[in-house]
């Protein structure tokens, strides 16, 4: 056995003892259709999309910003841990990653609280701005990691004390640490962790994950006053 199959077959454990209701209907439909229409199978894994629900809840989080949508399957995992007068807005460049969100986030039961806006997030995000949001709780950032320190510098502004910014994706496997390494995404990854253990309103920490995605792991930044 592999590595790579070991950490999947620890993962269906851990999901069979720990969520034996997840995949439930709406998560598992939202895979399914994802899938069939083509979108890219790199969504979290239920373990990841329940531990972005308990930080979520930890946070008691009402307002929620999400950058990278796909299918909406993290959306739904984050959404089920808003009240019923929570909001979340998921920032997605493909209208037809997006597309398919909307009908995946419907059918869970969430269309009231979430909203999927289609373009490039770096033009979303200074029209959000705009419209004077209250406070996002909990940032979650997953898209095209060459944009990851502008995302890092949105999600300061459009956040408060005590926020939490979620950072996915930062190991690669390991290619982050590998100063050879110039890919354009691994450069956005460094500079964003760069952004964290340096900002003075920014406490972070990086853990490295295995699991159904392999080897890869992901940033926390709590922001400060
Ligand atoms: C890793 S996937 C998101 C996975 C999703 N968070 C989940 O776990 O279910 C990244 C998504 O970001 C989108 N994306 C890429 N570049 C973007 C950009 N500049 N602005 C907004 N979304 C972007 C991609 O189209 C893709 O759907």
């Known amino acids: 056995m592999s590595e790579s199959q070991l950490w999947q077959k620890v993962d269906d454990y851990f999901t069979g003892r720990l969520l034996p209701d997840a ?11 994802s899938d069939a229409a083509g979108l890219p199978p ?19 989080a009402r307002n929620i910003l999400e950058i990278g949508t796909l299918g909406g399957y993290s959306t739904i995992w984050l959404g089920r841990a808003l009240p019923a007068d929570g909001r979340l807005v998921s920032l997605e460049y493909d209208p037809g990653h997006a ?22 997030a770096l033009e979303s995000l200074p029209r959000l701005a705009d419209e004077n949001p209250p406070p996002f709780d909990v940032v979650f950032i997953d898209a095209d990691k060459v944009n990851n320190p502008h995302y ?11 926020s939490l910014i979620i950072l996915d994706n930062v190991v690669r496997g390991g290619r982050v640490a590998d100063p050879d390494n110039t890919d354009p995404d691994v450069l956005g990854t460094r500079a964003a962790l760069d952004l964290i253990g340096s900002h003075p309103r920014l406490s972070g920490t990086a853990i490295q994950t295995v699991g159904a995605k392999d080897y890869d792991g992901f940033a926390l930044a709590r922001v400060l006053a």
């Open 99 to 120: 597309e398919v969100a909307v009908r995946n986030i419907a059918r869970a039961g969430l269309d009231k609280q979430v909203e999927v806006r289609v373009g490039a």
């Open 152 to 162: 890092m510098e949105w999600a300061l502004k459009l956040t408060s004390t005590g």
């Open 23 to 33: 995949p439930d209907d709406a998560l598992a439909a939202a895979l399914r259709d």
């Open 42 to 60: 790199i969504a979290v894994s239920a373990l990841q999309g329940k531990l972005l629900q308990l930080l979520a809840q930890l946070q008691g």
